[in-house]
């Protein structure tokens, strides 16, 4: 019998292709170059399954185009690259790799949280600039991290990550804001107290955004929600960009209408708003919330699992739609 024929769209590490070519004929694009949309079409021509890697859109078209295609495995959690109701009604599996990643990007939410508040790259910048010259009094003075409140918007396994982070590490008073409210023994685990977003808004020193990007979540954060925020808080973005309206964010950073902002991901990335390049008050950091290697090698692990699994007939092991 034939082996599946599998994309794996952009490169990945060695031994992960090197497992695939075990199971599969596998195509790499381990050039790694950024194909168009036509482009990854072309390629998909003739294969029953894709490794991806969260940015590239499953949608219609490309379900159209490509009618031999049966799963398209994430190496990521999040999926807002699958339009999920297209795949299910083309009988598509869509899969992600949950778990594998959340302690490694609840470390770099608290990092960026402690970056941001603390000024630590705009200091660093300012003494390699061979701008330090003296002591002052308030050089660099920041925000407070430990004792104070940490709101999380989207408490999800990465949000109840961090929260233990904050209450358990920096005796920080944790809030939450999420759909469904946690069960009473996680809310014990996470020490933290549900509230409904406007509270959470008005209430945080600091406000860390962890939720799925969704339509319902396009622009959560805008100019009105940044107007309830304090002004001496920092808001943390280690979701997905579109959540936060990244103008207005500029807008209120220029106007210190919030203290400071930190960004890993942004809308349209990997292009920045040009807004938030000009002002200080904001760390930028490009997609790196989860990239240390143990874990970027698990993720790739996890989404050459679920190919083998789905063609061995057990089923895909992280299924996102069934
Ligand atoms: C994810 O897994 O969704 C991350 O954003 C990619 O690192």
Redesign the pocket.
């Known amino acids: 019998m034939s082996k599946p024929h599998i994309l794996v769209a952009r490169k990945i590490f060695p031994e992960v292709i090197e497992r695939l070519t075990q199971h599969f004929e596998v195509y790499a694009n381990q050039d790694d170059n950024l194909w168009t949309q036509a482009e990854l079409i072309e390629r998909l021509q003739g294969k029953d399954g894709a490794l991806l890697t969260?940015t590239q859109p499953v949608n219609a078209e490309l379900l159209a185009a490509c009618p031999q295609l049966r799963i398209a495995a994430?190496?990521?959690?999040?999926?807002n690259n699958f339009d999920i109701a297209a795949m299910t009604a083309a009988g598509v599996q869509g899969t992600?790799?949950p778990d594998v990643?959340t302690e490694t990007?609840a470390d770099f939410g608290f990092a960026l949280l402690m970056a941001t508040a603390r000024r630590i790259t705009e200091s660093e910048h300012y003494l390699r600039a061979g701008q330090w010259t003296r002591w002052s009094y308030d050089m660099f003075a920041g925000c407070e991290v430990h004792g104070s409140t940490l709101g999380i918007l989207g408490m999800g396994r990465i949000g109840q990550g961090i929260a233990k982070r904050g209450a358990h590490g920096f005796g920080m008073n944790v809030i939450y804001h999420n759909r469904s409210r946690l069960s009473p023994a996680l809310e014990a685990e996470c020490k933290a107290r549900y509230v409904g977003k406007d509270e959470l808004l008005a209430q945080a020193d600091h406000l860390v955004l962890v939720l799925p990007y969704t339509p319902e979540s396009h622009h959560a954060i805008g100019a009105a929600e940044i107007a309830r925020m304090k002004p001496t808080a920092t808001l943390i973005n280690i979701a997905?960009g579109g959540i936060v309206d990244d103008a207005a964010l500029a807008q209120a950073l220029k106007e210190r209408r919030i203290a400071a902002a930190g960004l890993d991901?942004f809308e349209g990335e990997p292009a920045v708003h040009p807004a938030l390049l000009e002002v200080p008050n904001v760390v930028l950091t490009p997609?790196?919330?989860?990239?240390t290697v143990p874990t970027r090698l698990a993720?790739a692990q996890l989404a050459a699992d679920n190919l083998v699994a789905f063609f061995d007939g057990r089923g895909a092991l992280t299924p996102v739609n069934t």
């Open positions: 969260g994430n190496m990521t959690v999040g999926y992600n790799t990643l990007t997905r991901v997609h790196i919330a989860s990239a993720m």
